[in-house]
Nanobody
Framework: VQLQASGGGLVQTGGSLRLSCATS????????MGWFRQAPGKEREFVVA????????YYADSVKGRFTISGDNAKNTVYLQMNSLKPEDTAVYYC????????????????????WGQGTLVTVSS
């Protein structure tokens, strides 16, 4: 499967952006889909993961209540709606897909994912 992330850009504090992750190959609903981000000089960190088959979603505490993951089967695209953005949300955002769900604690770790998109830059100005 191939993933292509888009939708990043420059936004002011408090603003919103919607990231998209277009998938090709098998439908995304067969995977655990995740979003991760990496700020300059920092390690890649977990943002959100969803298991479409199991209906489970996990958000990092730092984005809970502000970010929402969703999907459009017809477009084979996963979205990350980001509201109330803060300067600390500035990072390159990556979408990822995991073949086998396994235990949910694994979804929080980038090393558990099999496929990655190229990343899209989100910059939040103060």
């Amino acid at each position: 499967v191939q993933l292509q992330a888009s939708g990043g850009g420059l936004v002011q504090t408090g603003g919103s952006l919607r990231l998209s992750c277009a998938t090709s190959g098998r439908t995304f609903s067969r995977y655990v889909m995740g979003w991760f981000r990496q700020a300059p000089g920092k390690e890649r960190e977990f943002v959100v993961a969803i298991s479409w088959s199991g209906g489970s979603t996990y958000y990092a505490d730092s984005v809970k209540g502000r970010f929402t993951i969703s999907g459009d089967n017809a477009k084979n695209t996963v979205y990350l709606q980001m509201n109330s953005l803060k300067p600390e949300d500035t990072a390159v955002y990556y979408c990822a897909a995991k073949n086998h769900a396994g235990s949910s604690w694994r979804w929080l770790h980038s090393t558990e994912y099999d496929y990655w998109g190229q990343g899209t830059l989100v910059t939040v100005s103060s």
